[in-house]
């Protein structure tokens, strides 16, 4: 019954790497987002994506690039993997708002747990 | 910009009630979330709470929202070392994003 699908659970990759991390939903939403998790900082949003093709930055946009090619894949790509982006890094979904049906918010994926060395 | 602020821990002994506190400056919030993450886990919805509400329940599960102090609250009756976890409130304020608090990792005493 899995919704949000993150490929890896975990990752290590060296300094200067280009990474990708993949993100599937099956629940044909609309959004689809990034984000990192880091202890003592909470959730950060790193890019977010309204539409297919579509992109916007986040709070944190820098180091980082994303692509939406089709509705249900979100990539987030790591141009050139360095240390300060060892992070836990989530997925999220969510169905287009103010539609006068309950919003039940975000489905978030299982996370993957990025180490750079 | 909206601004969502939680303590970083609460412990607690097992069979106690928690209280996990969250404020929130958005006063056009349409819904306010609680999620739950697991150790090693992405975010689970917990319940969800309408900004015309100031009360809901789910079996041991009880969300207070007071609009007027723009704070909510979760509260676990009958904490389990199950409930063991990091507590994130999240407020809707627009269409489509959603902000989080720092989180609040509860610990379970035995």
């Known amino acids: 019954d899995v919704k949000v699908t993150q490929s890896s659970r975990y990752l290590v990759k060296r300094t200067g790497e280009k990474v990708f991390l993949e993100c599937v939903q099956d629940?044909?939403?609309?959004?689809m987002f990034w984000y990192r998790q880091d202890p003592g900082l909470g959730l950060r949003l790193i890019y977010f994506s309204y539409d297919v093709k579509m992109k916007e930055k986040g709070d944190i946009p820098e180091g980082y690039s994303v692509s939406r090619e089709k509705k249900e894949r979100f990539s987030l790509i790591l141009e050139s993997a360095s240390t300060n982006q060892t992070s836990m890094y989530l997925c999220?979904?969510?169905?287009?708002?103010?539609?006068?049906?309950?919003?039940?918010?975000?489905?978030f994926g299982s996370g993957t747990r990025l180490t750079v060395v | 910009g909206e601004d969502v602020e939680q303590s970083l821990f609460l412990s607690v002994r097992e069979g106690d009630s928690s209280v996990i506190n969250c404020t929130y400056t958005d006063s056009s919030s349409t819904y306010l979330y609680w999620y739950k993450q697991e150790p090693g886990a992405g975010l689970q919805l917990l319940t969800y709470?309408?900004?015309?509400?100031d009360m809901k329940q789910d079996q041991r599960l009880t969300v207070l929202l007071n609009k007027k102090d723009k704070h909510l609250s979760l509260r676990i009756a009958d904490t389990q070392t199950g409930d063991s976890a990091i507590y994130f409130c999240?407020?809707?304020?627009?269409?489509?994003?959603?902000?989080f608090g720092t989180g609040t990792r509860l610990t379970v005493i035995p």
């Open positions: 709470i309408f900004s015309n509400m």
């Open positions: 999240a407020e809707k304020a627009g269409a489509n994003n959603l902000f």
């Open positions: 999220a979904s969510s169905s287009l708002g103010d539609r006068g049906i309950v919003d039940y918010g975000y489905t």
């Open positions: 629940m044909d939403h609309e959004n």
